[in-house]
């Protein structure tokens, strides 16, 4: 495995100018209440470059003035007695077998050995340092990245801060065929938990019971991880976008709407769907679904290298405003925006909402991609997202989601099993 992780490094500091470092965190587990803390949820760009998913690493990448690459990976020592109680760390063997990087060293030495480095390029002219600037939000705390920035812009006038974002986004953005038999199998779990959950179904059923025969099918494939928190929305709840209390009781007539995904080597999928509780679609249910599906339809057919996302976005809305009179929703004043308020595609992988370099991607082959047109009518109750995953091709797009039912004949099917 460790190949792949090698190559990927090699890539990221080929085109770089030296002297440089690049130092990415694996990051920790915040604390959530006393001695528990949240669950462990590594750092993508560190898990890219290392395939290693451990809290508290460092990965140190550096070009020196003559073009010269090393590559250092700071790690938490081993302990026997912690071992005892929730597992030992990774012995310095095994980082290096899983991520290819000979060098190993103890996680308490990393800032003297930085200090070192920026030593010694001491009059070789600007010493560029690569890291991880991303924030979110513009209220969101400091990660180490941050912190690391601040001190060596103090310390250090011969350092320069520079972002790695744009690198890492451009390398993850377009899948190798070992990411995408990964997310091939997340597709395939997924449509299975999805299909055991159809079975499942019954009027009068709590949403959480739904969420509940997923996870029991995905569980007994030997899957834990899911991409994100599952939304199970039903009626009126759909036309929330993100509900994710999944609490409620659905009643017969109504359609529920599934918003889900296993993960696959923390590779995501990302699948919407929309069935009636009691198995049969109501012809008004009927005529949005298939104006919905029509929509994905258009995006799936226009997808290919060349097209940009917000395109895309703008076809679903075209064809929106050309059914709008016949869906009889050109009323009150309103407008396509008022039914359909969020984009139609993001690129998929390590991250849900995965990285890229604008909303408006310019796609290419290898990228992949959401497809997932909805509309939401807030005064009937009726929310509907179907959402597949698709990879561009050299000339258009292969559907990765395409074993999970999709049009109302396949899903109905699906539910009378
Ligand atoms: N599940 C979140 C989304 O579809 O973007
Ligand atoms: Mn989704
Ligand atoms: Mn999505």
Redesign the pocket.
């Known amino acids: 495995m460790n190949s792949i992780y090698t190559a990927r490094r090699s890539k990221l500091m080929e085109n770089k100018q030296g002297p440089c470092l690049v130092c990415i965190f694996s990051g920790s587990a915040p604390m959530k209440s006393l001695d528990a803390a949240y669950p462990f949820y590594v750092d993508r760009n560190f898990y890219y470059l290392t395939g290693i998913e451990r809290e508290n690493m460092v990965l140190l990448l550096r070009k020196n003035h003559l073009g010269e690459v090393s590559e250092m990976l700071f790690i938490e020592p081993y302990d026997e007695v912690l071992a005892k109680w929730v597992g030992g760390r990774m012995r310095a063997g095994e980082a290096t077998e899983i991520s290819g990087i000979a060098t190993i060293r103890e996680i308490a030495d990393f800032n003297s050995v930085l200090n070192s480095i920026i030593d010694s390029t001491r009059g070789l002219g600007k010493l560029q340092v690569y890291l991880d600037m991303w924030r979110h939000r513009e209220d969101q705390a400091d990660t180490p990245a941050h912190t690391l920035a601040a001190h060596l812009q103090k310390r250090y006038p011969n350092v320069a801060i520079e972002d790695i974002f744009g690198d890492m986004a451009a390398m993850r953005l377009i899948k190798s065929e070992d990411e995408l038999a990964l997310m091939r199998k997340a597709q395939q779990t997924t449509c299975n938990a999805i299909l055991a959950m159809l079975q499942h179904a019954a009027p009068e059923m709590n949403e959480r019971e739904l969420e509940g025969a997923f996870d029991f099918s995905l569980m007994k494939q030997g899957v834990r991880d899911h991409a994100?928190g599952t939304?199970v929305a039903g009626g009126g709840r759909a036309t929330t976008l993100?509900y994710e209390n999944n609490d409620q009781v659905v009643h017969d007539g109504e359609l529920v709407l599934i918003?889900l995904g296993s993960a696959e080597g923390n590779y995501a999928a990302?699948i919407?769907r929309t069935f009636p509780i009691n198995g049969k679609f109501t012809d008004r249910q009927k005529e949005i679904y298939n104006t919905v599906l029509e929509a994905q339809n258009i995006v799936m057919k226009n997808a290919k290298p060349g097209i940009t996302t917000g395109a895309l976005n703008q076809m679903v809305i075209d064809y929106y405003e050309s059914r709008l009179d016949d869906l009889g929703l050109r009323k009150d004043g309103k407008t396509v925006r008022d039914y359909y308020y969020h984009g139609v595609s993001?690129s998929l992988g390590l991250d849900?909402?995965d990285i890229s370099t604008g909303r408006n991607i310019l796609l290419q082959p290898g990228m992949v991609i959401?497809v997932?047109p909805g509309m939401y009518i807030e005064e009937e109750g009726i929310g509907v997202r179907i959402?597949n995953d698709i990879v561009i091709t050299a000339d258009g797009n292969e559907d990765l989601s395409f074993m999970i039912p999709r049009t109302v004949e396949d899903i109905e099917k699906a539910m009378a099993k």
Do not use: A, G, W
Request: hydrophobic fraction near 15%; aromatic fraction near 8%; charge should be negative.
């Open positions: 994100f939304i993100h918003d990302d919407s993001h849900t909402h959401t997932e959402e």
